[in-house]
């Protein structure tokens, strides 16, 4: 583990079980109780465990935010057809700088056409 990844004492740490992090979790619960609306999803796999909680988060009625560039699939095509997928049905994908500014500067993640 990278020592600045270390969860902090204001952190919130939700165990993961499988593949989607919202499946047996309280995850949907405390995003509910922090009134949260948008969550970005990402990490590895992007065609397993990210899609499984991006499709759990959109059918729990979260915006959905994937950066393609902080994700990685078990091949290129995976990773391709999962985030044309998810552009098209599920959510927004985007790339990590462009997520970060928006945070950043407290203004909404734009839409972007995801051409893979």
């Given at each position: 583990?990278i ?6 004492e ?52 979260y ?42 500067g407290?203004?909404a993640i ?7």
């Amino acid at each position: 583990m990278i020592d600045d990844l270390e969860p902090q004492e204001t952190d919130i740490t939700v165990v993961k079980h499988r593949y989607s992090a919202f499946f047996q979790t309280d995850l949907d619960l405390v995003l509910k109780d922090m009134l949260i609306g948008q969550i970005v999803v990402f990490g590895v796999v992007t065609n397993i465990c990210v899609r499984s909680t991006v499709h759990d988060g959109f059918f729990l009625g979260y915006d959905i935010v994937v950066p393609h560039d902080a994700c990685a699939a078990t091949g290129a095509r995976e990773h391709a057809s999962t985030l044309y997928d998810i552009a098209t049905h599920f959510g927004t994908v985007s790339d990590a700088a462009t997520i970060a500014a928006a945070i950043a500067g407290g203004v909404a993640i734009p839409n972007q056409v995801f051409e893979g």
